[in-house]
């Protein structure tokens, strides 16, 4: 049980393309998905919290018009890269929690983005 | 400051030798819940353990063996007789109101 899968694996597009990532929760609802970065050799950084039906929450220095987020249904949250550049290249990972285990997340297997 | 600090870059071993990765967590919460996961080459993070403040037992699940001790605010984890497929880069990470992951450790087993 808790599997979440991500859609595509991995993505390479021209800059100034905008791609979206799709994350779905194939065995629970999630009434809170999470989106993360991890740049080559680096840790996972949290970019923004969303909960089903709201706005997402964005951390410190995540540029909201750039990463669009939205979580319309309780298995699907999509991440969706506007205007793409060469820096905005890294790998994407989504989580989900569920209600009664909020302190737990469950893990996509991530997108590696790339940017030409 | 960071909330999780793991000292060690990189660690690297012969295999059938032990690992022991640290993990130094900060809270100022009383409730909160540690974990440490594995990230082999493919990226894809595997969940290894999950332990909340309240519960201080050690923890052993095969090969791998965890120690939390609240005094000192750490939580560490060994791998005992290493095999190449422990390769991978390991992150201790904290969850008191959001998840927070240390820099990770990168284990090199080499045959």
């Known amino acids: 049980g808790a599997v979440v899968s991500q859609h595509p694996s991995w993505v390479i597009c021209k800059s100034g393309t905008s791609v979206k990532i799709e994350c779905r929760s194939l065995d629970f609802q999630a009434t809170t998905m999470f989106w993360y970065r991890q740049f080559p050799k680096q840790s996972l950084m949290l970019m923004a919290t969303?909960?089903?039906?709201?706005?997402?929450?964005?951390e410190q220095g995540v540029e909201k018009d750039k990463f669009l987020i939205n979580h319309a249904s309780l298995t699907l949250s999509t991440l969706t890269v506007t205007s793409a550049h060469p820096e905005d290249s890294s790998f994407y990972i989504c989580?989900?929690?569920?209600?009664?285990?909020?302190?737990?997340?469950?893990f996509g297997p991530g997108t590696r983005l790339t940017v030409l | 400051a960071q909330k999780v600090t793991q000292a060690q870059t990189e660690i690297s071993v012969v295999e059938k030798e032990d690992v022991t990765l640290d993990c130094v967590y900060e809270t100022r919460d009383t409730t909160y819940y540690l974990f440490w996961y594995k990230q082999p080459p493919s990226g894809e993070l595997v969940f290894l353990i999950r332990r909340n403040s309240f519960d201080e037992q050690n923890e052993i699940s095969g090969r791998y063996s965890w120690n939390f001790q609240k005094s000192t605010s750490s939580f560490n984890f060994t791998i005992t007789a290493s095999q190449v497929v422990d390769s991978a880069v390991y992150f201790c990470?904290?969850?008191?109101?959001?998840?927070?992951f240390g820099a990770g450790t990168t284990v090199t087993v080499r045959a």
């Open positions: 969303s909960n089903e039906g709201s706005k997402a929450t964005y």
């Open positions: 990470a904290l969850n008191d109101y959001k998840l927070s």
């Open positions: 989580s989900a929690s569920e209600f009664r285990r909020s302190n737990e997340q469950f």
